[in-house]
């Protein structure tokens, strides 16, 4: 029998060859929503390397969802189909992709993060930014609070996007409500002070997430895998937190979702995070024990053996690495290699490997 790490994990009808997954990561190069060689690289390189999962970065599904001016977009069908040579590519070299579909809310219109400046203004390609209530984010625009009308509008928005990127052939649909971004500010009572239906309570805050994740699994197959990447916690007294995240999760199984990918933060600059390895992979565990949900874990996961212990031990189902797999695109044929498991490269590559093929 393979290691853990190493083992296909069936959910639904697709069939992932292992548990070392690619995370979502921002790169702040697309223009005007529209992916270009950057992403076909950076993507591929991943699919080379032995990544059981792909996750292309958050993706606004209108453009007013992007954090930034360089994000991407699948708000019509030709960004869309900018995906599907990446698509293709991945499948070619054995892996699956999924792609995290997203609304920044009051943390979007921003400059690249490498600007001498924050927030775009209107000739740089800037908006108006949006959220659960008028409260800016630190530094940042005060946003306009959604009617009902508006968010009604924007559940349409991510259905017609999850369409669309099945139609590109994308094996996973993620939805983000994580990171303080749109979903995450209405579930939070730290930035959901509505009275309405939409607020009010721990039901009308999960409310708008709860429509989403009803209106992607509607118009997905049925076959196919719908993950929902939350924050387990804001970090800060008041605010959101694991009980309230196991409630969530319970809520989202009902409705269809197969799998948690679990994270932490980003809703609050103050927030005081005991960064370290594996900090946030008890709250994967906390939430697939108690919501009896499949769970990803993240956040500094570096090491071949420590990611093997998280599977093993049934922390979680599988690992999703960032930073180490943007060090190190091959980092899952690395670990294999490490843990004492013969693994498949490239045939490009068999000159390199550490076991003769």
């Given at each position: 029998m393979p290691i853990a790490l190493f083992r296909e994990m069936k959910i639904r009808d697709l069939s992932i060859p292992n548990r070392a997954w690619v995370s979502p990561m921002c790169q702040y190069s697309a223009k005007n929503g529209l992916i270009g060689e950057w992403h076909r690289i950076h993507l591929g390189a991943f699919a080379t390397g032995g990544a059981g999962l792909i996750f292309v970065e958050a993706t606004g599904v209108v453009p007013e969802g992007r954090i930034s001016v360089g994000c991407p977009g699948i708000w019509n069908d030709d960004l869309a189909q900018a995906f599907k040579p990446i698509v293709d590519f991945a499948h070619s070299m054995g892996s699956k992709i999924g792609?995290?579909?997203?609304?920044?809310?009051?943390?979007?219109?921003?400059?690249?993060?490498?600007?001498?400046?924050?927030?775009?203004?209107?000739?740089?390609?800037?908006?108006?930014?949006?959220?659960?209530?008028?409260?800016?984010?630190?530094?940042?625009?005060?946003?306009?609070?959604?009617?009902?009308?508006?968010?009604?509008?924007?559940?349409?928005?991510?259905?017609e996007a999850a369409s669309r990127a099945v139609s590109v052939g994308f094996d996973v649909i993620e939805i983000h409500a994580a990171h303080g971004y749109l979903l995450h500010q209405f579930l939070s009572p730290l930035t959901n002070q509505r009275t309405d239906e939409y607020g009010a309570s721990l039901q009308g805050r999960m409310r708008f997430l709860l429509e989403v994740v009803q209106r992607v699994r509607k118009v997905i197959?049925?076959?196919?895998?719908?993950?929902?990447?939350?924050?387990?916690?804001?970090?800060?007294?008041?605010?959101?937190?694991?009980?309230?995240?196991?409630?969530?999760?319970?809520?989202?199984?009902?409705?269809?979702?197969?799998?948690?990918?679990?994270?932490?933060?980003?809703?609050?600059?103050?927030?005081?995070?005991?960064?370290?390895?594996?900090?946030?992979?008890?709250?994967?565990?906390?939430?697939?024990?108690?919501?009896?949900?499949?769970?990803?874990?993240?956040?500094?996961?570096?090491?071949?053996?420590?990611a093997e212990e998280i599977i093993s031990s049934g922390?979680?189902?599988?690992?999703?690495?960032?930073?180490?797999?943007?060090?190190?695109?091959?980092?899952?044929?690395?670990a294999s290699e490490e843990l004492g498991q013969r693994a498949t490269w490239p045939k490009q590559f068999t000159r390199a490997t550490k076991i003769p093929h």
């Open positions: 792609i995290q579909l997203a609304h920044a809310g009051r943390k979007g219109s921003t400059m690249l993060p490498w600007n001498d400046h924050l927030i775009a203004t209107p000739e740089e390609g800037g908006w108006q930014t949006v959220s659960a209530s008028s409260i800016p984010f630190t530094g940042m625009q005060v946003p306009h609070m959604l009617s009902t009308t508006e968010i009604v509008s924007l559940v349409d928005h991510f259905g197959p049925e076959g196919t895998p719908l993950f929902v990447r939350i924050s387990a916690t804001d970090w800060v007294e008041g605010g959101w937190d694991i009980d309230q995240s196991v409630i969530l999760a319970a809520e989202l199984k009902k409705l269809g979702v197969d799998l948690i990918d679990v994270s932490s933060g980003g809703l609050m600059p103050n927030a005081v995070i005991p960064v370290g390895p594996g900090y946030q992979v008890p709250f994967a565990n906390e939430i697939r024990e108690k919501a009896q949900i499949a769970t990803s874990a993240v956040g500094v996961i570096t090491e071949a053996h420590q922390k979680a189902d599988a690992v999703m690495l960032a930073r180490e797999m943007l060090r190190n695109p091959r980092w899952a044929l690395a």
